[in-house]
């Protein structure tokens, strides 16, 4: 598959919040303002590129070689687990603001099914680097894509009359099962349209 | 009875998917099959027990400045081990739960009761813990599951290992034309969402009677 492909695949198709589902405890968390949003989503998108290839790498160079398949699971969860805390650190160093901002969602992207995921998933294709470097930088833009259009949907529902019970959670989670019923217009036919298979 | 007490309390009054909200990604991910909901309820009851069971018993080795990356390692030892006996043995739950098996390492549910409950309490009251945590958990997956498979796709799939070794109940009338919708993601938010303001009103329901919540 080509790179475009790959990035339409995990930006659209397979948007992973929307219809992967990975991710949704920031998505539902960090939702409620649009600047959080812009924020957190760049934060995925970077965490979710480097580990993509980081995760790449100790599979192919260092567990393979070695017949060590099953520590799969283990080892990338303390990759990410490192970078996470690296990102962390960068952020708190040049943009103080933005790491007020993020709050105690930034430690919960090392338990972000996002990341996680697609290092997985890099693998369960049998990608390689480069198109892992692709994959992960397009499920983050994916996340990214969602969540922004999230919190411009509750901005407005905040302004918007809402049955009690319903307001908070549950009207997102329909906002976001309306948004993933237009999701579903893309449809992996649209590779083949496009002629990017 | 207060053993009793920790374990009923994260089946109903703190249930972890519609109370605490934790542990969402999985929810939705394998719940358009009731079947898949019990094996994924099972694999996250499992790795709940072992790491709330070696977590508590380990609570005073722990450095504290470095539990977090402990309590994962521990966690993910108990998905690698829940991954390969699936895989060995029900090969078919195994495919059925896909990339959300690994994923049950990063479920906020499990981590987030090994920080909350079993490093500050007892081996049997936190494996009291996890059992019920891990029932609350089954059960709304299953709920969700009959809702979404019933609806959707009209039948409830109770077993289902192979072509040969299955149990299916298909209902009349839904079964020829089922709401398709409600088995695809979009149907997956559609539910949590509704379900969810329903355990909303009916916990204010109950709080504005005066009654425990």
Not at chain 1, 12 to 31: D, K, R
Not at chain 2, 20 to 45: K, R
Not at chain 2, 109 to 130: H, M, P, Q, Y
Request: with cysteine.
């Amino acid at each position: 598959m080509s790179y475009i492909g790959i990035i339409i695949t995990y930006v659209f198709i397979q948007n992973f919040i929307l219809v992967q589902f990975m991710g949704l405890c920031p998505f539902i968390g960090v939702s409620k303002n649009s600047e959080s949003a812009v924020g957190m989503g760049m934060a995925v998108t970077f965490v979710t590129a480097v580990a993509s290839v980081v995760c790449y790498a100790v599979y192919t160079y260092l567990l393979v070689p070695f017949g060590l398949e099953y520590l799969e699971t283990i080892s990338f969860i303390l990759v990410i687990a490192a970078l996470v805390q690296m990102v962390e650190m960068v952020i708190r160093k040049m943009s103080p603001a933005l790491y007020k901002a993020l709050g105690i969602f930034l430690p919960l992207i090392t338990t972000n099914c996002a990341v996680l995921g697609i290092a997985i998933i890099n693998i369960d294709e049998g990608y390689n680097m480069l198109e892992s470097f692709f994959a992960g930088l397009a499920a983050g833009l994916g996340f990214t894509l969602a969540i922004i259009l999230m919190s411009n949907i509750r901005e407005k529902l905040d302004t918007t009359p809402v049955r009690k019970v319903f307001r908070g959670v549950p009207i997102a989670f329909i906002s976001a099962g309306l948004m993933a019923l237009a999701f579903m217009g893309f449809d992996s036919s649209l590779l083949t349209n496009l002629h990017l298979v | 009875m207060s053993h009793m007490k920790e374990l009923t309390k994260g089946i109903f009054r703190e249930n972890p998917t519609f109370i605490i909200m934790l542990g969402m990604c999985p929810t939705l991910g394998v719940t358009t099959q009731v079947f898949n909901a019990f094996g994924m309820g099972a694999s996250v009851l499992f790795v709940l027990l072992g790491s709330n069971i070696f977590i508590s018993a380990l609570r005073k080795v722990i450095p504290d400045s470095i539990r977090i990356p402990a309590y994962i390692v521990v966690i993910a030892s108990f998905v690698t081990i829940v991954e390969m006996v699936l895989h060995a043995f029900v090969p078919a739950v195994f495919n059925a739960l896909g990339v959300y098996l690994p994923l049950i390492v990063v479920n906020c549910i499990i981590l987030g009761r090994a920080e909350a409950f079993a490093n500050k309490n007892t081996v049997l009251d936190s494996a009291l813990d996890a059992v019920g945590m891990g029932i609350g958990f089954t059960l709304a997956l299953s709920l969700i599951a009959a809702i979404r498979e019933i609806i959707g796709n009209g039948t409830i799939t109770l077993f289902n290992l192979s072509e040969t070794q299955r149990f299916v109940i298909t209902i009349p009338g839904l079964s020829e034309s089922p709401v398709r919708v409600l088995t695809l993601a979009a149907g997956a938010l559609l539910v949590m969402g509704y379900l969810k303001a329903f355990f909303t009103w009916n916990s204010e329901r109950r709080a504005a009677r005066g009654g425990r919540v």
